[in-house]
Nanobody, 123 residues
C-alpha cells in the first residue's frame, strides 16, 4: 500500500537548477522522516539529505551550499531543490521514508523507497 513517487529529474547544463518532488501515499503518513539518496551507475548509494518529522534537516557536505530539502505536509510531499548543479551530481535520485518521525543518516533504517528519477548534468 505504501508508495513513493519521485518526479522532477531531467537533463540540465552545469550551473542549472532542478527541483525534485517525492509524493508519499498509502501507509506513509505525514510527519514522518523522509530523505533523498543518489546512486551513480556502478557505485554505492549515497545519502544526500534528510528531513525529520520535526523539521530537522541534514545535508551531505558536498551539496550543503547548493541543495535544500523541504516538505509540504498538506500534500505529504518532499522536495529537493538543487541549484548550481555540477556534472558530479549526475545520478539516479531516490526518495525514501521510514515509519517514525526520527531521521537517521543510515540508509538501512529507511522502510520505503521510490523507483528513482534520473538527474543528468552536462559539462
Amino acid at each position: 500500500q505504501a508508495q513513493l513517487v519521485e518526479s522532477g529529474g531531467g537533463s540540465v547544463p552545469a550551473g542549472g537548477s532542478l527541483r525534485l518532488s517525492c509524493a508519499a501515499s498509502g501507509d506513509i503518513g505525514s510527519g514522518k522522516c523522509m530523505g533523498w539518496f543518489r546512486q551513480v551507475s556502478g557505485m554505492g548509494r549515497e545519502t544526500v539529505a534528510t528531513m525529520s518529522g520535526g523539521g530537522v534537516t541534514s545535508l551531505v557536505e558536498s551539496v550543503r551550499d547548493r541543495f535544500s530539502i523541504s516538505r509540504e505536509d498538506a500534500k505529504n510531499t518532499l522536495y529537493l531543490q538543487m541549484n548550481s548543479l555540477k556534472p558530479e551530481d549526475t545520478a539516479m535520485y531516490y526518495c525514501a521514508a521510514r515509519r517514525s518521525m526520527r531521521c537517521p543518516w543510515s540508509q538501512v533504517e529507511y522502510n520505503y523507497w521510490g523507483q528513482g528519477t534520473q538527474v543528468t548534468v552536462s559539462s
